[in-house]
């Protein structure tokens, strides 16, 4: 029987809970520790994991120095994620950290240069790799479904009531772009070599940036080109890539399912669907989702994604994996480091007005 891994999770607000859920429902793993700035939400966490010994810690430091965990998951604001990150490493845990790396590029950089050095195993929460959708977009682009890349182009517009607060990590440029210029180099084996971006509604929300849009368009590797559109709106939503190939398009779609009520509600995607059309389909083509991707039917795409990506950590873990070979989906932090040089560059291309290379 295999060794119990114990989860210490530093930060108890939604991507925490999700991080818990991820991690309860796998075999000889538990939940054993928490921290969160307010700590009633550490204990009502708590409450709902099936532990008997969970521990709630005044301090983060503590929960790592004496929390005797195995795994550490950063689930904190961005701006409280280096500090714990290099803390656990030093303490030889292994790491799963939340996405954005941070706030700052420069912090993000040593980040990706602390994994690089670990002897643990790391990871970055870019979970949307793992949607339905998005593993089956995969395969049949390796599998020369519509032949070699030409472009991609993607529509994220996230719905969001205007009287809500912005996201701890920003506006539709840092929330949206972490997952779809990620999206954009895992589904395509391509990096971004320069782009181009206008922000609307750039301003700040204390120090934390807060746009409502995001229009980017991108020179990518072998001077293929993609464009990516992110909003946030309070009217209809989509999430959408397509891809053209030399033999045709495949379109990744969503469905939509609204929770919670007035200021709390929340639209969230399904990410099940994935359309091919080629010179001979007369109308466009569903591809079967494999059955080792589907999504049980009372979880959502948000849910099965961190429980795919935290089943690939804990695997990953368990064979001392440092370089993810076992699990080739599985986000470097490097793969962080790279969507958040994106952002970056769009950031001086808003604000200088011009192309910045990558």
Not at 6 to 22: D, E, P, S, T
Not at 79 to 97: G, Q
Not at 164 to 182: K, N, Y
């Amino acid at each position: 029987m295999a060794y119990t891994l114990r989860v210490g999770i530093i930060g108890a607000g939604r991507a925490g809970r999700n991080h818990a859920a991820g991690f309860s429902r796998l075999p000889d793993v538990a939940v054993t520790a928490l921290w969160n700035r307010t700590r009633s939400r550490a204990e009502e966490l708590a409450a709902t994991l099936d532990h008997p010994d969970v521990e709630v810690y005044e301090d983060w430091r503590d929960l790592i120095e004496r929390g005797q965990v195995d795994i550490v998951s950063i689930a904190t604001a961005p701006t409280v994620r280096l500090e714990p990150f290099a803390a656990a490493l030093a303490h030889r845990r292994h790491v799963l950290v939340e996405k954005p790396l941070s706030l700052g590029l420069s912090e993000a950089q040593e980040m990706a240069s602390l994994a690089r050095q670990a002897q643990t195993v790391t990871a970055i929460s870019l979970n949307w790799r793992y949607s339905p959708a998005c593993q089956t977009t995969w395969r049949a682009i390796r599998e020369g479904q519509i032949g070699r890349l030409l472009d991609i182009r993607t529509e994220w517009r996230g719905r969001s009531s205007p009287r809500l607060a912005p996201w701890s990590t920003g506006g539709a440029l840092r929330e949206a772009g972490s997952h779809e210029f990620d999206r954009a180099r895992f589904l395509t084996g391509w990096d971004f070599k320069r782009a181009v971006c206008s922000l609307t509604g750039a301003g700040a929300a204390g120090t934390v940036p807060a746009d409502t849009s995001a229009f980017v368009t991108a020179e990518m590797s072998d001077r293929r080109l993609g464009s990516l559109r992110l909003s946030m709106t309070p009217g209809e939503p989509e999430r959408r890539i397509t891809l053209c190939g030399e033999e045709g398009t495949l379109a990744l779609s969503a469905e939509w399912v609204t929770i919670g009520q007035g200021d709390a509600t929340m639209t969230l995607s399904n990410e099940v669907r994935v359309f091919r059309q080629r010179a001979d389909d007369a109308d466009p083509v569903s591809l079967e989702i494999a059955e080792s991707d589907r999504q049980p039917p009372d979880v959502l795409s948000g849910q099965h994604t961190w429980n795919r990506l935290i089943a690939d950590f804990v695997s990953a873990v368990r064979r001392g994996d440092v370089q993810h070979q076992s699990v080739p989906h599985l986000p470097h932090v490097s793969d962080g480091l790279a969507t958040q040089e994106v952002i970056a560059a769009c950031e001086l291309s808003h604000a200088e007005r011009r192309w910045v290379d990558l």
